[in-house]
């Protein structure tokens, strides 16, 4: 067979093997202490949190998403942390306290209690840490008027939830 038909070859060989379809598992617990247990094995075997869900499900569930990393990505990679609180002042200080160690805002959910999933990627260990903020508010225009002011000083929207009240979390990067 000649040279150049096997290159050929080999080469869709690559291909196909590079279009294999990602990985995905499902995580599903009433509990978050056992959640953030469970997103972290995933994540020491490989594995990164694309999705969140949590609330309205059967039983209020909460559910994580997460895709195995291409081959050859360190697969001790990220590191997560599940923030979960009742009481707005609480959380907002978490979510510092967690950036502060590195992390950044990677999901929420709600349902008795406001939860954020926060992400902590082992390769940005050197890099400036964010800053955030929560606005809370039952006032739709008290909302609009408190994220145009957030976003005049620098933040960027991340998410929005409710739990009573609508709540949405800001981040400013640091320079």
Request: hydrophobic letters at 35%; glycine letters at 8%.
């Amino acid at each position: 067979m000649p040279k150049y038909l096997i290159a050929v070859l080999l080469s869709f060989t690559a291909v196909a093997f590079a279009q294999k379809s990602p990985d995905y598992k499902l995580l599903a617990t009433s509990r978050t202490s056992t959640m953030e247990k469970e997103i972290n094995q995933m994540a020491r075997d490989g594995y990164r949190l694309v999705g969140t869900m949590g609330g309205d499900t059967h039983e209020g569930e909460i559910i994580v998403t997460m895709r195995k990393l291409a081959k050859g990505d360190d697969e001790d990679r990220f590191q997560y942390k599940l923030l979960a609180t009742s009481r707005t002042g609480t959380m907002e200080r978490e979510l510092q306290e967690a950036a502060d160690q590195g992390y950044e805002y990677a999901g929420q959910m709600a349902r008795d209690e406001v939860m954020v999933i926060m992400e902590r990627d082992k390769t940005m260990e050197n890099k400036s840490r964010s800053q955030y903020r929560l606005l809370a508010t039952s006032r739709t225009g008290t909302m609009e008027k408190e994220l145009n002011q957030a976003a005049t000083d620098g933040f960027e929207f991340m998410g929005l939830l409710k739990r009573g009240e609508v709540m949405a979390i800001m981040r400013r990067r640091a320079q």
